[in-house]
């Protein structure tokens, strides 16, 4: 079955611990991305992939880092997490090219506290 | 900036009604136009794509494009309760641009 899979699906964490959020596809797409969703703010990116070893910061990267090693993986990392970091987080992937739909992953539900 | 602008809502319609779902974008770069729908803490699936001007039509929804005046909407026939969710215009130029979404509720 094609999917994005996101894990874990919902933490808990504190101030200041590290912590990943895994995302992998698939469907071999080479583009891969992250939002952030908070109630009134809409989807917001954090950071794109158009392909293995490329990355670029959307429009709120700041406090996040991201990794693009493998085709299929695309990793969003809180190297120091703070509260305004609590948000619901999404990985989507599809196909670079203009008519190309994005199919996202479950969702992280990240509680910082 | 690109922008991409949606009535909040929520729009609410009666059973059985037609809802209309409006989008402005800002880019006239834009190649791509997408409808996702979103139920409350789960993740946005499409309904529809549009990519030149006119009408769209699948089953109950209905994808309109005019790229001159910079618009995109989604009509909604015969409207049901388990349509009620947050609708998401997302516009595509190069990157991915949501709109907030604009929250539908359909009451029986």
């Known amino acids: 079955e094609a999917q994005v899979t996101q894990n874990p699906r919902y933490l808990i964490t504190v101030t200041g611990k590290k912590l990943t959020v895994t995302c992998s596809q698939n469907?071999?797409?080479?583009?891969m991305s992250w939002y952030r969703q908070d109630p009134g703010l809409g989807l917001r990116q954090i950071y794109y992939?158009?392909?293995?070893?490329?990355?670029d910061k959307g429009d709120v990267p700041e406090g996040y880092k991201v990794s693009r090693k493998e085709k299929r993986n695309f990793p969003l990392i809180l190297e120091s997490p703070s509260p305004n970091q609590t948000s619901l987080y999404f990985c989507?992937?599809?196909?670079?090219?203009?008519?190309?739909?994005?199919?996202f992953g479950q969702g992280t539900r990240l509680t910082v506290v | 900036q690109k922008e991409v602008e949606q009535n909040s809502g929520p729009l609410s319609v009666p059973e059985g009604a037609i809802a209309s779902l409006n989008c402005t974008y800002s880019?006239?770069?834009?190649?791509?136009f997408f409808w996702y729908r979103q139920y409350s803490g789960k993740s946005p699936e499409l309904i529809m794509s549009?990519?030149?001007?006119g009408d769209k039509e699948d089953g109950r929804f209905t994808a309109q494009l005019n790229k001159a005046s910079q618009y995109v909407s989604l009509l909604i026939r015969d409207s049901q309760p388990s349509d009620s969710a947050t609708y998401l215009c997302?516009?595509?130029?190069?990157?991915?641009?949501f709109g907030t979404g604009t929250r539908l509720l359909v009451s029986p």
């Open positions: 469907m071999n797409h080479e583009y």
């Open positions: 992939s158009m392909n293995v070893e490329v990355t």
């Open positions: 989507a992937s599809s196909l670079v090219g203009r008519n190309t739909e994005a199919f």
């Open positions: 997302a516009v595509k130029v190069g990157e991915l641009v």
């Open positions: 880019d006239r770069g834009s190649q791509s």
């Open positions: 549009i990519y030149s001007n």
